[in-house]
């Protein structure tokens, strides 16, 4: 069985403080079922300084979500929509539930 959630996919948060907000997946944890959504739930960190960051100090980064409070974006009606799965040209894509339109998304499963 294909992934739902994948890399790229634009998805609503349902549940949580940052319900309603909307942004991309960025990392997805199949074995834990956790996503990180862009710009969502997002914590201070507290950070040694490094090369990178010579200062060090506190910086704002994502923390997982459950998948359960993520759902994708319709591309047609801009509302949470459940993923369904079809089978076009030999290859399965992802589609709506609502509308039955193609998900698109930069990345695939691995």
């Known amino acids: 069985m294909g992934a739902k959630l994948i890399k790229g996919l634009s998805v609503v948060v349902l549940a949580g403080k940052d319900r309603g907000k909307t942004g991309k997946i960025l990392h997805v944890n199949y074995h834990s079922g956790k996503v990180i959504v862009e710009g969502v739930n997002m ?3 507290a950070t040694r300084p490094s090369q990178t960051n010579p200062s060090g100090g506190f910086i704002d980064r994502e923390a997982p979500l459950h998948v359960s409070n993520v759902a994708a974006i319709d591309p047609e009606s801009k509302h949470p929509t459940r993923i369904g799965f079809e089978v076009k040209g030999g290859k399965k894509i992802r589609v709506a539930r609502k509308s039955g ?3 698109e ?5 691995k």
């Open 105 to 109: 998304s930069e990345g695939g499963a």
């Open 43 to 45: 914590v201070k960190r």
């Open 101 to 103: 339109k193609a998900l």
